[in-house]
């Protein structure tokens, strides 16, 4: 079993809808967790980091914690084609990331 | 510079052979990690220095990788006898932030390594 799964994509959504993107992680001693997009051929750059139970909103993103159910999710609202990315779920209990595979999202204009 | 520079950007090896990989992170950037990226795949963590000293390099694949950061700034990571399963993207990112670097990462943009 992988430390930190994502649902798999594709995931198709039509401009102005809400994505939803889901991550669940295996070590429960796992203490922040992070959002990352990347574009394809591009480097992975932070969107969003949450370190406790709730939601965290920056913009047009929320990020959802329930570290009892280790599970984390993003929600992309109002959704743009410059969103289309691959959005990688990453965890950590001190410097190392484990990164989920990624769920690649397209939005259709 | 104003970011994480990384060469060559692309590389190809015919297998068996050696390579190197040059990351320069951010001037002043404590921390600096290797990440290795397979095709449709998240990054796995290779290396961890802090400063000169590579704290961590429980994820290196095999003896054939080596990696170093002898002043504290730029960092090789090398791979000898190169073989196809080697082929991937690395990703090197750095810190200004020690054992808590993870936080603030900043990824430079890759060397993506074919071996034929």
């Known amino acids: 079993q992988k430390e930190v799964e994502q649902n798999s994509g594709p995931l198709s959504v039509p401009e102005g809808a809400i994505a939803s993107l889901n991550c669940t992680y295996s070590d429960r001693g796992s203490q922040s967790f992070f959002w990352y997009r990347q574009y394809s051929g591009k480097s992975p750059e932070l969107i969003m980091s949450i370190y406790s139970n709730g939601d965290k909103e920056d913009g047009r993103f929320t990020a959802q914690l329930n570290k009892a159910s280790q599970y984390v999710s993003l929600l992309i609202r109002d959704s743009q084609p410059s969103d289309s990315a691959t959005y990688l779920c990453?965890?950590?209990?001190?410097?190392?990331?484990?990164f989920g595979a990624g769920t690649t999202v397209t939005v259709r204009a | 510079g104003a970011g994480v520079s990384q060469s060559p950007r692309y590389k190809v090896a015919k297998r068996g052979q050696d390579v190197a990989l040059r990351c320069d992170p951010i001037s002043g950037h404590v921390s600096l990690f290797w990440y290795q990226q397979a095709l449709g795949q998240g990054p796995e963590f290779l290396t961890y220095f802090q400063n000169e000293a590579q704290l961590d390099k429980s994820g290196l694949p095999s003896d054939r990788f080596f990696a170093e950061r002898p002043e504290g700034s730029v960092s090789t990571l090398k791979i000898q006898r190169t073989q196809q399963e080697d082929s991937a993207v690395y990703l090197c990112?750095?810190?200004?932030?020690?054992?808590?670097?993870?936080?603030?990462?900043?990824f430079g943009a890759g060397s993506r390594l074919t071996v034929l």
């Open positions: 990453a965890v950590t209990n001190d410097y190392k990331l484990s």
């Open positions: 990112a750095s810190s200004p932030y020690g054992l808590s670097g993870a936080n603030v990462l900043t």
